[in-house]
């Protein structure tokens, strides 16, 4: 499985972005995709995932103004997480990940900046 993330970018407080996240290989074999962040000087941490059967889940920090969701009700092959009400400590970088029962897939970071 590779994935590809794209749509990080500066942003003011209280703006949004869409983080997209491609999946490609052997996309049949997801049963859940998410998202990390790791701001500057500190450790990795969870965002939101979603299963392949649409369930979700988010970190506190950002439940109520992340939104992640699927394109295809069929399969894994893109996820988007729709950030909306941003603010300065969201800033990170952002890796998508997928899993399988061959493990854990990342992605490269994106990064998210929100600055005024």
């Known amino acids: 499985v590779q994935l590809q993330a794209s749509g990080g970018g500066l942003v003011q407080p209280g703006g949004s972005l869409r983080l997209s996240c491609a999946a490609s290989?052997?996309?049949?074999?997801?049963?859940?995709m998410g998202w990390y962040r790791q701001p500057l000087g500190k450790q990795r941490e969870f965002v939101a995932f979603i299963t392949n059967l649409g369930s979700t889940n988010y970190a506190t920090s950002v439940e109520g103004r992340f939104t992640i969701g699927k394109n295809s009700a069929k399969n894994m092959n893109m996820v988007y997480l729709q950030m909306d009400s941003l603010k300065p400590e969201d800033t990170a970088v952002y890796y998508c990940n997928a899993m399988s029962p061959e493990g854990g897939h990342w992605g490269q970071g994106t990064q998210v900046t929100v600055s005024s």
């Open positions: 290989g052997s996309i049949s074999k997801i049963y859940m």
